[in-house]
């Protein structure tokens, strides 16, 4: 099996993982939610680059259709939404290649910050997609009297960043249980170590 086959397994499965973590009800009302799935997908994209990371986003985004998670208002919205949301998680691998040099080196202190900044990047990559919508679509909603813009970017700000820091924190944790699982053995930069 060549190594391109391996990493769409592996982005396949990630996906997988970050949908059935999505079934966890940590939502807290009609609009704030702690999003678990981002934990498998942030590790996925700092583990194989941005690139594969944007894909297994994009099918964890398109996961939601056939498990009946899409909340409708029109095509546009959904499209924003579901796969195009959440393909912007692979975003946080934009870190892989400076994690893996930090892990390579031993710089604990520049692992732990850069996961850090992959973690928020991808969050706030995703996110700014869900305030957008929120905004456009979703702004007849809006609680409180406040206006659409205003609503979506409350929510969609307190939902990515509690995620960002959950997801965080499980990262820093895995980092310093396990730090084998952010760069994974057939890497080149493995290789030429």
């Not at 809006?142 to 205003?150: C, E, Q, S, V």
């Not at 979506?152 to 396990?178: D, E, P, Q």
């Amino acid at each position: 099996m060549g190594n391109g086959t391996k990493i769409w397994i592996e982005g396949t499965i990630m996906a997988a993982l970050a949908m059935v973590l999505s079934l966890i009800p940590l939502d807290f009302g009609s609009s704030f939610s702690i999003s678990l799935g981002q934990i498998p997908l942030t590790i996925f994209a700092i583990r194989r680059g941005w690139k594969p990371g944007l894909m297994a986003g994009l099918v964890w985004g398109l996961l939601h259709f056939p498990l009946g998670k899409v909340w409708f208002l029109s095509v546009l919205q959904v499209l924003i939404e579901y796969p195009f949301a959440f393909t912007f998680v692979g975003f946080a691998g934009l870190y892989a290649n400076k994690i893996h040099l930090a892990i390579r080196n031993g710089s604990k202190g520049s692992v732990q910050r850069l996961l850090v900044q992959a973690t928020f990047t991808g969050a706030f990559a995703r996110y700014f997609w869900h305030f957008l919508a929120g905004w456009v679509y979703w702004g007849a909603y809006a609680l409180w009297g406040m206006k659409p813009w205003l609503f979506s970017l409350v929510m969609n700000t307190a939902s990515g960043l509690a995620t960002a820091i959950v997801t965080a924190i499980i990262l820093l944790i895995a980092y310093r249980t396990s730090p084998e699982v952010f760069v994974p053995k057939d890497d080149y930069l493995n290789r030429t170590a």
